[in-house]
């Protein structure tokens, strides 16, 4: 039994693997791209949900700019050499940041389809799925990696490689999900 046990999980590495790269070769051939996109954060303990949309534009490999339609002139830059962050005109930069470094690199990553990257980067424990029309990736990091973050799940669409959904579970339970259309 232990054997049975043994080979289902080296295979299902071996599909995990598979599939993410298959779902990074798909998405390099999309080296720019600009679309709709909405981002909520959900917050259970205090029955609280923001929402907000926006024109989403990515260029490979470190362009990612997320411009909110409400409030008008909020945005969030990640480029080569910042990381930028305007919410009701005040403007943070975390471009010095430990910890919003690594979430810098992980959207990156995640847009860019590199699902391999992050899994090692983070040491994270990776688990693929299969629903509809994408790939669902849920990647749980190994403690003291990825600060902050409990879990990230990544959904591509299984024809373009095309990342269409990305929730961050926050260690307290928060999530915010990012849904690009």
């Known amino acids: 039994m232990a054997l049975t046990a043994l080979i289902t999980l080296s295979s299902y590495a071996a599909d995990t693997d598979a599939i993410a790269a298959a779902v990074q070769a798909k998405h390099s051939a999309n080296e720019t791209f600009s679309c709709a996109f909405t981002e909520v954060k959900t917050m259970p303990k205090l029955k609280k949900e923001e929402k907000q949309e926006g024109t989403l534009t990515y260029t490979a490999p470190e362009y990612l700019r997320m411009d909110y339609t409400e409030p008008k002139g909020d945005y969030m830059l990640?480029?080569?050499?910042?990381?930028?962050?305007?919410?009701?005109?005040?403007?943070q930069n975390f471009s010095k940041s430990p910890r919003m470094l690594s979430l810098k690199q992980m959207l990156l990553q995640s847009f860019a389809g590199k699902v391999s990257e992050i899994i090692q980067q983070n040491e994270a424990a990776a688990e693929c799925k299969e629903d509809g029309n994408n790939y669902v990736f849920e990647l749980t990091p190994a403690k003291g990696k990825a600060q902050g973050l409990k879990q990230l799940t990544l959904k591509y669409d299984k024809k373009s490689g095309q990342l269409t959904s990305l929730t961050m579970t926050e260690m307290n339970g928060n999530y915010t999900t990012y849904t690009v259309k």
């Open 78 to 91: 990640i480029s080569a050499t910042e990381y930028l962050l305007v919410k009701k005109g005040m403007k």
